[in-house]
């Protein structure tokens, strides 16, 4: 073995003990620190971010139903977070290419008594409020695998190395991955942690329950000026530019002091290998009802981050030795209401409600929560979202039926994995686009990227592990034109040209990793599922302000 491939397990770590190390300091991971700590002071807590600082990862909406945070922190509102207003007024549009109408506004979709916020500077807000509980938080500790007893137990969790060059070799500053121990371990990586990923093909946890679903949600906060604002009115669309078969749909918030959050969600079920879902809101952004508020306005923050969309039917197991799941890394979000913030929050307080009264044991968890207010109102909407693989019309009449029966249907829809659902080139019917000569910033993806502010260094390890490349070039490039090129949002993935020492002209996937925002598309939508998205060195990746 030479210096470069050095073994993991030979290398001697530090260790620090925790009763409990929770992965993610996002709402999931925070409110549930945050209420252990209520319940029982003398339990030692360790939250653990990648990012660089607590929120910079983060990325929603966000509109928030705030019964769940008054649980919580009963006098939040004496010293709310820094972006939060009051929603005043919903509109619901259905657009065509030249304009659009005004539709009545789903009953789950309005808003009155909710909030607009950043969530990433509500986490950061969050935070402070849950050291002062004795929580202790470490930002840029990025969790690079779970730690296990002999009989398979989650006993705690690997910190990645710091200073490992991109051969493997050790840098100057080489620092060894500390070791947490922990009497459990919560998981709040968000949608499609990697840690979770493993660890429910370790536990068979989704044995029982359907594959989980995604979106991709691309944001973007924006300075306008001010007077072309209604503080609190929130704008939700869908149609155009997404072609009928195509699940999408796009939001508008506007917030105070001339900032204009929006977005757009494309389902990851799509079919179309030709699809673009970054082109597909830069669209949406010129459409002649968005335009008018960005013109002359410049841009914040920009990112993107998937969303988990499976619902009541791919809920896994979210308990196991040693270890259980809450948030999104549960898979909790409300589809239908756009919302997972309060699902969060709730789902955390319940895990520590939970293992303050179980003397720390996860066992017992996965049936409390499946008896909870959170599930009860993931089942009413369960067969929503998977209503749309049908079409739009279809989708729109189902979700119709099952909001009026209250989601008492005697059957329930079912999903598969996204990334099957991607036709083959020539065996899709390609839509008419309709598209617009674009005008509005970033012209490109990489102008996106610099909105990200994304950080990696560029001599670390590639964080997007790749099993086969050579499919790349023979099997991807003739089925589906490698659409790792058009589906990730911050273009990562590249097919180039090289000539060898005799000329001869080769193609090969190359991977612009220092780009990555972490968004995860490609380990979800990726045909093959050879692409594993890991984390990178602690502290690496976006950097989102307000979003």
Not at 143 to 169: C, F, N, Q, W, Y
Request: proline share 7%; glycine share 10%; net charge negative.
């Amino acid at each position: 073995m030479n210096e470069q491939a050095h073994d993991a397990a030979a290398i001697e770590r530090d260790v620090m003990e925790y009763d409990v190390v929770t992965v993610g300091a996002g709402p999931a991971g925070l409110s549930f620190a945050i209420r252990l700590k209520q319940l029982n002071p003398d339990i030692s807590v360790c939250v653990i971010e990648k990012a660089s600082t607590v929120g910079a990862h983060i990325l929603s909406g966000a509109v928030i139903e705030t019964g769940p945070l008054d649980a919580l922190l009963p006098s939040w509102r004496d010293n709310p977070p820094p972006i939060c207003v009051p929603a005043t007024d919903d509109e619901f549009w259905l657009l065509n290419k030249d304009g659009g109408r005004k539709l009545p506004v789903p009953p789950g979709m309005n808003n009155h008594g909710n909030m607009i916020v950043s969530l990433g500077a509500m986490c950061a807000w969050l935070a402070p409020q849950a050291e002062a509980l004795g929580v202790e938080i470490y930002p840029g500790f990025a969790a690079a695998e779970t730690l296990h007893a002999d009989d398979g137990t989650v006993i705690g969790v690997r910190i990645g190395d710091m200073g490992v060059a991109k051969d493997g070799s050790h840098k100057p500053g080489f620092t060894a991955g500390i070791d947490i121990h922990a009497k459990v371990t919560v998981l709040a990586e968000g949608a499609r942690g990697h840690l979770t990923k493993r660890l429910v093909k370790r536990f068979g946890l989704d044995a029982d329950s359907d594959p989980q679903g995604y979106s991709i949600g691309i944001k973007e906060l924006w300075q306008v000026p001010e007077e072309r604002l209604s503080p609190g009115k929130i704008v939700h669309s869908f149609g155009w530019p997404a072609d009928n078969h195509t699940y999408g749909g796009a939001f508008l918030y506007h917030l105070d002091k001339g900032r204009i959050a929006l977005g757009y969600v494309s389902g990851l079920d799509y079919r179309d290998p030709d699809y673009k879902p970054w082109e597909a809101f830069q669209q949406w952004k010129n459409h002649p009802m968005i335009k008018p508020l960005l013109e002359g306005g410049n841009i914040v923050s920009a990112g993107a981050r998937a969303i988990v969309t499976g619902g009541w039917q791919s809920l896994p197991k979210v308990e196991m030795p040693g270890a259980l799941l809450i948030g999104d890394t549960a898979g909790l979000l409300n589809v239908p209401k756009i919302k997972g913030t309060h699902q969060a929050i709730r789902s955390g307080m319940l895990a520590a409600e939970h293992l303050a009264g179980a003397s720390l044991a996860p066992a017992g968890f996965d049936a409390k929560l499946r008896a909870s207010d959170a599930m009860a109102e993931l089942r009413k909407v369960r067969n929503i979202k998977p209503g749309f693989k049908r079409g739009l019309w279809f989708g729109m009449l189902n979700a119709a039926w099952e909001t009026v029966t209250g989601g008492l249907s005697p059957w329930t829809l079912k999903n598969k994995p996204d990334w099957s659902s991607l036709d083959r080139l020539g065996e899709h019917e390609q839509p008419k686009r309709d598209y617009l000569d674009r005008t509005l910033e970033p012209r490109d993806r990489l102008a996106g990227v610099y909105f990200a502010a994304t950080e990696h260094d560029e001599d670390q390890p590639v964080h997007l592990k790749v099993a086969d490349t050579s499919v790349c070039v023979t099997r991807c490039a003739q089925e589906y034109g490698n659409p790792c090129t058009r589906f990730c949002p911050a273009g990562v993935y590249e097919i180039v040209e090289q000539a060898d020492d005799s000329g001869a002209v080769a193609k090969h996937l190359q991977i612009n990793a220092a780009n990555c925002v972490h968004c995860k598309t490609c380990d979800i939508k990726d045909p093959y599922q050879i692409i594993d998205w890991v984390t990178p060195e602690g502290g690496s990746g976006p950097n989102y302000q307000n979003l």
